[in-house]
């Protein structure tokens, strides 16, 4: 055993430890924070994606179990996936994924919105950032979850940067980022944070399958069920999902409410 090796093992031993087990259990999902004085606290938590079915595959689980909990739920999809259809003008295109978009966050428990920029011509400027904080200032959240900004899809990474920058005048909020086509798309990924979504991995891939124009059926099954089940032995469940916490404050290894 090499000292690499030894080192990760001792980083999931440390992370396991940092997770209470109702974390890691499916069948407990106690309602947090402990500073609500009557009744569980609600949180509000926003999820934003380059494209239609983006959110779905990196943290559909772990929207799903927020939702569940009665927590607040909104996933900004950065396009319409305008370019995603081939042999369909952009508007028809655009009208397809949006309405896949919006089955997938019903069965999710999710609120979609869409921020208006058009797929394959994504930027980043001043104009696009001051709109991205409105946005996320206007939701208050405790938690934004967003991709991974070293991604191969620029669309990915403009949604990151965005995020980021929006996330940085919010300080009372945590910043996760998620995987998608882990090795193809997201690259030099290291998670420190991980969620049992063990319980709803259905609930995860109907609302991928929710993408028909994009073969959801065809991501699960190439990328995210070996994604899922490889990050859930990282941590000793049946699936996972995986992400890396981003805080100037805050340094704990578990989400908060899960």
Known sequence: MNERDVT????????????????????????????????????TVVCVGAHPDDPESGCGGTLARYAALGHAVTVVYLTRGERGISGKSLEEAATIRSAEGEAACKIMGAKPLFFGQIDGATEV??????????????SKPDLVFTHWPVDTHLDHQVASVLTIRAWMGLPTSRLYFFEVNSGSQTEGFLPNTYVDV???????KAALFAHVSQDGQGIWRQHHEIMAQWRGREVGVVAAEAFVHLSRLDHTSNLPGL
């Open 125 to 138: 400027t001043h104009a696009q950032v001051d709109a991205m904080r409105r946005l996320l200032a206007a």
């Open 8 to 43: 990760r093992r001792r980083f999931v031993k440390q992370s396991l430890a940092a997770v209470s087990p109702a974390t890691l259990t499916a069948s407990a999902l106690p309602l947090v924070p402990a500073h609500a004085e009557s009744g569980p606290a609600r949180f």
């Open 198 to 204: 063990s319980s709803v991995v259905d609930q995860k």
